[in-house]
Nanobody, 129 residues
Framework: QVQLVESGGGLVQAGGSLRLSCAAS????????MGWFRQAPGKEREFVAG???????????YYADSVKGRFTIFRDNAKNTVSLQMNSLKPEDTAVYYC???????????????????WGQGTQVTVSS
């Protein structure tokens, strides 16, 4: 069982930055590919970024086209955290952001939210214009 708790959301002006963090419980966290998703009001939940697991600490990352070049996902297995650094934020980035874990390595980086087994409660990010 894995529990995920997000933090770091808030209100920021367009062009600003935020860093979201996801703290995970469970000894097997480092084995799980992780992802960040977001859901804006009236819209479906969408994939933002993903990161695989790796025994070598060299990770592969995945990004939605809408955030590529602006967002960076990274993980610290020693601290059981996965983070999302968000730069050059836009009003259209406003959403509730969720971190998620999948127990199946074959789903690393998948944008299909049905493939993720554990979810956090979400953190609100609001970008003002």
């Amino acid at each position: 069982q894995v529990q995920l708790v997000e933090s770091g959301g808030g209100l920021v002006q367009a062009g600003g930055s935020l860093r979201l963090s996801c703290a995970a419980s469970g000894r097997t966290f480092s084995w799980y590919p992780m992802g960040w998703f977001r859901q804006a009001p009236g819209k479906e939940r969408e994939f933002v970024a993903g990161i695989n697991w790796s025994a070598s600490s060299v990770f592969r990352t995945y990004y939605a086209d809408s955030v590529k070049g602006r967002f960076t996902i990274f993980r610290d297995n020693a601290k059981n955290t996965v983070s999302l650094q968000m730069n050059s934020l836009k009003p259209e980035d406003t959403a509730v952001y969720y971190c998620a874990a999948t127990t199946n390595a074959r789903w690393s980086g998948t944008p299909d939210d049905r493939r993720y087994d554990y979810w956090g409660q979400g953190t609100q990010v609001t970008v003002s214009s």
